[in-house]
Nanobody, 128 residues
Framework: QVRLQESGPGLVKPSQTLSLTCTVS??????????WTWVRQPPGKGLEWMGA???????YYSSALKSRTSISRDTSKNQFTLQLSSVTPEDTAVYYC????????????????????WGQGTQVTVSS
């Protein structure tokens, strides 16, 4: 069974870069047909798909966040990472990593059922 675990700072100052890592166990991030995904949920709002990285390293981003988002991976550690630059308080959210079977969720209201495995989520607050 694939398990995912997010890690990173819980507090980030405005204008800085948010960086989170997802560690995967029970499966390889190079497994074909898997898309390693970042999703967030701001307080009082629904889930927002941010982007994904495929088994071969191809990346896919939300059009709304593309200019500020970068997803990378370290196959030796079986981890993938999210970087979100120039953060504002509007980026305060619970951030989740997940495994999906498609990278095509831009402008789509994702739900929990759209992904096979989820991390527990990590709260990130943007505040000075």
């Amino acid at each position: 069974q694939v398990r995912l675990q997010e890690s990173g700072p819980g507090l980030v100052k405005p204008s800085q870069t948010l960086s989170l890592t997802c560690t995967v166990s029970g499966g390889s991030i190079t497994t074909s047909s898997s898309y390693w995904t970042w999703v967030r949920q701001p307080p009082g709002k629904g889930l927002e798909w941010m982007g994904a990285i495929g088994a071969r390293g191809s990346t896919y981003y939300s059009s709304a966040l593309k200019s500020r988002t970068s997803i990378s991976r370290d196959t030796s550690k079986n981890q993938f990472t999210l970087q979100l630059s120039s953060v504002t308080p509007e980026d305060t959210a619970v951030y989740y990593c997940a495994r999906g079977s498609s990278p095509h969720y831009d402008n789509y209201e994702v739900q929990k059922k759209d992904f096979g495995s989820w991390g527990q989520g990590t709260q990130v607050t943007v505040s000075s």
